[in-house]
DNA sequence: TATTGTTATACTCTATAACTATA
DNA sequence: TATAGTTATAGAGTATAACAATA
């Protein structure tokens, strides 16, 4: 959806975060793609890489339901890049352990998200592309940090069957 | 989801966007669905009062499905924001006629999107705001103007019933 | 034949609920 | 009792198909 604002108006942010993001979002997964991944497995496959991870931290770590966790896991461990090993001190939890070839794909896919990154940023010219780093960090940190609260969109809880 | 980019990578381009823009687009909702608007309804609103528009003319407009553009005129017009009238060139299409309720909530709405958009733009120094809305706006412009092909997400045709 | 608007429906995504096994 | 992980499925959003009227 775009043009919130006409002419006299304030100036469309919605439009251009809503652009910009989605653009990007297209070109990620398009370059992504090309090695087998989609982001969420990137981003599991990279914060698994750091340190031994249960998949509930990793979900809050990429801000994704437990649910969306278990599949995305199940595409790494079919694609052989991770797996699931038993935690040595909680039997209900299940470390993401990243396979060799799993961290050769990280390294790739990381050089794919920062190379999709800095196009964009060598795009502007260089004080323009430094500020508005700034300026959205501070959005991300202050005033845009937490979303609103859902208008009419409650998720109703389901019918019993 | 978050956190494209770990340490000594091109910085989180993906995680600002989506972020701010994801942000950005709660408060609008929540702040249009106080006088019972979504957000698309405000954009059919506005751009059907600037001139005399076809259903698919607004949907264009507004980069949605005629389909999704069905609903959101049914909305406007149980609202009585809006009426379908035929058009006195193409016996096929409906102008959408702005009630004067419609125009008076048009004004309002505008309003709300208006100072969310200024609000989120105080919240910054006033050389920031001005580079990021230069940045963002060079962005959608050349680099980030047209997304990518979508990779595998082909959406198959449906079955024949 | 192509296009506008409509209805109906299928697809994708994601969250909810319910469950098992542990804690 | 609460939590980790799993399965199944409901709900929201949206695109596709087919259609009627008209171009």
Known sequence: ?????????????????DHTSHVLRTRMAAALAEI??????HCVLVHALEEERTQIQLAE???M????MVVTVDALEKAGLAERRPSSTDRRAR??????????????????????HQAALDALPKDE????????????TEHLATPAEAPQGVRRARQKS
């Not at 006299?8 to 942010?13: F, G, I, Q, V």
């Open 95 to 116: 470390i993401i352990a990243i396979t060799e070839k799993g961290a050769e794909v990280a390294k790739q896919s990381q050089a794919i998200v920062d190379g999709v």
């Open 61 to 63: 770590l990429g801000d």
């Open 65 to 68: 339901d437990k649910t969306t």
């Open 36 to 41: 087998g991944l989609t982001a969420r497995m």
């Open 129 to 140: 592309a430094e500020v508005l780093l700034r300026a959205m960090n501070r959005l991300v």
């Open 1 to 17: 959806m775009t043009a919130m604002a006409p002419a006299r108006s304030a100036p469309d942010l919605s439009y251009l975060l």
